[in-house]
C-alpha cells in the first residue's frame, strides 16, 4: 500500500510502508483525532449499553412468571443459559480478536445484540427467550476480547489499568441502569416495550460508531508473530491460577446480579422496580469506587512491583467473599446495603485488574485468547451457580450455597496470591531467579 509524501523539490511522490509503519500512522492520526481516551469513552457507552440488557430480566422475574410462565428452574437458566453460551463464544471470539478486525466484530456485536434483545420482547414462551438469551450471550462475547485489544493496544503500560478499569466500570454502571430500567418497564410500560426500546437504542449506537470508530487501529501490532494457543497460556502459571480464581468469583458476582432483587423482591414486599434498583446501586456504586481506585493503584505500584496488578486482583479474591456471603444472611435491609458496599469495594480490586493482570503474563499476540478465556472461565462459574441457586431457591437453599462458593472463591484467590509469589520469587531466598 502506498502514500504520497513530499519529496525535496516539493512534488508528491507516492511512499511505500511497512505494516508496522502504517500501524504507526493509524495510531498518530488516532491520537490526533479520536485519541486514546475519547476512544475509551465511546466503549464505555457500548460495554454499558451490554450490560443494561444482561440485567432487565433479572429485575422482571415476577413479570415473566404471569406473562410467560417461567418457573424456578427456568428463570435461573435464564443466567446460565446466558452465561454457558457467552463462555463457549469465548474462544472462537478470542481468536478472531487477534486476526480479525477489532473495528468490525465491535460493530457487529452492537448489532447482532440488538436483534437479540428485540427477540427477547416478541418472545411467546420461555423456551424462545431462552434462544434469544443464548444469541445475545454470542454477540457479546464478539465485543469483549476486540475491545479490550484495541484499549491494552492504545494505552501504555503506564497507563493500562486505568483504562481498563474505567471500561470495565462501565457494566457496573448497565447493571444499575438495567436494574433500575427493567423494573421500571415492567411496572409503567411493559416488559415487552422495555426490552424493545433498548434494542433501538443499541441500533442506534451501532450506526454512530461505525462513522466515528473509522481511524481506530484495526488489528494486533503483533499480527506478524506466530498465533497464540492454549498451549501459550498454559505456559503462564500466574494467568492459569488467575483463571482458576476468576471461576468462583464470578459466581459470586453473578448470584448477585442474578438472585438478590427477586430476593428482596420476596423478603421485604418490594416493588419489583424499587427491589431492581436497591440490590444494584449501593453494590454498583461501590464497585465502581473499589474498580477505579484498584486501577489507579496497580498503575502505581506496578513501577515498583513487576507483578503488581496480579496481586491487587488476588487481594480482591481473597477480601471480597465473606462480604457476598454476609448480604444474603442478613435479615434487615440496612444490613444487605452495608455488606454490600464493602463486597463492592473489595470485588472491585479484582474487577478494575483480571484483564490487565492477564496482560501482564502473556504477550500481545495473545491478548485476543487471553481476554476469551479468562471470561469463559468467569462465565462458566457464574452459570454454574446461578443455576444451582435456581435449584436452591425452592428450598431455601440460597444461602448454604452462598456460604460454599464464598470458601471456595477465598481459597482460590489465597492459591493466586501464592503462586505470584512462588513464580516472582518473593517467597523463596533473595537470590534465587525471578521468572
Known sequence: MCNNIRSEDGRYEAASYSPAQMAGDR????????????????????????????????????????GLGFNQVQLGLIGTVFLWTYAVSMLPAGRAA????????ILASLGLWSVAT?????????????????????SEALYVPAALGMLAALHPD??????????????????????????WAADHIGWRAGFLAIAAAGLAYAVFLAFVLVDVPDGPTAKASPPAGLR???RSPCYVAL????????????????????LLYARHGLSMERSGLIATASLQISSVIGILAGGRLADRLAHAVRPARLYVAGAGVVLSPGFYYLVFAASSMAGVQLCSVAFGLTAGLMMGNVFAAGYDALPECAYGIGAGVVNMCGALGGGLCVLLAGVAKGSNGIQSLS??????????????????????????RPDRRKR
Open 27 to 66: 495510531v498518530m492520526r488516532t491520537k490526533a483525532f479520536r485519541g486514546p481516551w475519547s476512544i475509551l469513552g465511546l466503549l464505555w457507552i457500548a460495554f454499558a449499553l451490554n450490560y443494561v440488557d444482561r440485567q432487565i430480566a433479572y429485575s422482571i422475574f415476577p413479570a415473566l412468571r404471569r
Open 243 to 262: 483463571c482458576a480464581a476468576f471461576f468462583p468469583f464470578c459466581a459470586t458476582i453473578w448470584m448477585f446480579y442474578t438472585w438478590l432483587p427477586d
Open 158 to 183: 503506564a497507563t493500562r489499568s486505568t483504562a481498563l478499569s474505567i471500561h470495565a466500570s462501565a457494566q457496573v454502571a448497565g447493571v444499575v441502569a438495567g436494574g433500575w430500567y427493567g423494573g
Open 98 to 105: 487477534d486476526h480479525l478486525s477489532r473495528r468490525a466484530l
Open 232 to 234: 501459550d497460556l498454559l
Open 403 to 428: 456460604a460454599v462458593t464464598a470458601v471456595l472463591t477465598a481459597g482460590a484467590g489465597l492459591m493466586l496470591l501464592l503462586v505470584i509469589a512462588s513464580q516472582y520469587g518473593h517467597l523463596a
Open 118 to 138: 428485540a427477540g427477547c420482547g416478541l418472545a411467546t414462551s420461555p423456551a424462545v427467550f431462552l434462544c434469544w438469551r443464548a444469541v445475545i450471550a454470542i
